[in-house]
């Protein structure tokens, strides 16, 4: 059977990935794979002599052996640190906030518009803020001064209806990844960086940056200057980090890195549990301003991506996060 590279360079661009492994996983395991949506991959079906299940894209979780109360309420950034609070786990904490009047009835007071503003002021106007629902790092980003704050909030409620709102905290970014309580990999997260050639300037090449970040459905970084001016032209190969969300899919970078304390991997496996998840990705903080005990939860993902996997070849971890998702379905025997 042909690598994993090999296997994706015959299928379409628009693809989704999970649905690459998945049909991949099938040819290493002998179950039967169809699309079932005229080759979008969006809906497949995968079937064993005794059993079928369907798989979807969009809303769909990849891992139907989260169920689906668990993987709602993890989705839910408020309601997930409530959960983990509850359970003794440090997170970010933060407040939520509704971006328009719909349902205004239906809801208590407190967590308004002019809430939002309440709270960003008591934060000395300095937060970080992301869509409470969201993904993919979209419109994940620090906001400072009132100005920049009101012009967020019109361009985040365009795509959302509502926002956490969360102090600024700074550490070493971990993923780890957990299968039913086994840590299948960790990786450290670095933020995005732009490559200077020499001829532009930071500025012309963040427009181009944040053109591709538009292309694939997720929100421009604004960044600020830091050290130098966005219109100074740098040697070239200097590198240009972008300050804020470090996700791989807004240009982030990943590398396999266990953290310094154990444990860090005891409080991700907490935090699955807390929220009754079988697959998370549990995304936490360290060395919360260089204090070497200090961590906190970021958020728990449960329906993690696992481009990085492919990207660094590790077909073997791909095969063994499907082949568990086989065998909790019934599709494989243990």
């Known amino acids: 059977m042909p690598g994993l590279s090999e296997f994706r360079s015959g299928k379409p661009g628009f693809y989704p990935d999970q649905s690459v492994y998945a049909e991949y996983a099938c040819g290493h395991y002998g179950l039967a794979f169809r699309d079932l949506d005229t080759g979008t991959g969006l809906l497949f079906s995968v079937a064993s002599t005794k059993k079928i299940v369907h798989f979807g894209g969009g809303r769909c979780s ?3 052996q989260n169920d689906s109360t668990a993987a709602t309420l993890a989705s839910d950034k408020y309601f997930a640190n409530r959960i983990l609070e509850d359970a003794g786990l440090a997170t970010l904490g933060g407040e ?3 971006l328009n009047e719909r349902h205004r009835a239906n809801r208590p007071s407190g967590h308004e518009r002019e809430d939002a ?3 960003f002021r008591e934060l000395n106007a300095s937060a970080f803020i992301k869509p409470l629902t969201g993904s993919r790092g979209d419109f994940a980003q620090t906001v400072v001064g009132e100005a920049e704050f009101r012009e967020y909030l019109v361009a985040v409620s365009k795509y959302y209806d509502s926002i956490l709102i969360q102090p600024i905290v700074k550490g070493r970014e971990y993923r780890i990844f957990l299968l039913d309580d086994e840590v299948v990999y960790c990786v450290r997260k670095s933020p995005p960086f732009l490559f200077s050639d020499g001829v532009h300037s930071i500025r012309e090449l963040l427009m181009t940056h944040n053109d591709g970040l538009l292309a694939r459905g997720l929100s421009p970084i604004a960044a600020k200057p830091d050290g130098a001016s966005l219109d100074a032209v740098l040697p070239a190969g200097t590198r240009w980090e972008i300050p804020g969300r470090m996700n791989l899919s807004a240009g982030g970078s990943m590398e396999f890195e266990t953290p310094r304390s154990h444990a860090v991997l005891a409080v991700a496996r907490n935090a699955a549990r807390a929220l009754n998840l079988r697959v998370a990705a549990v995304d936490m903080f360290t060395e919360i301003d260089g204090t070497a005990d200090s961590m906190a939860i970021i ?3 449960s329906n993690p991506s ?3 996997l492919e ?6 971890l791909i095969l063994k996060i499907w082949r568990r998702t086989f065998i909790a379905m019934g599709l494989l025997d243990v």
Do not use: G, K, T
Request: proline share 5%.
């Open 62 to 64: 990849w891992y139907p």
């Open 311 to 316: 990207e660094s070849q590790r077909d073997d």
């Open 117 to 119: 503003l309440a709270c």
């Open 299 to 301: 958020e728990v993902n």
């Open 306 to 308: 696992i481009r990085f």
């Open 96 to 98: 939520y906030f509704f």
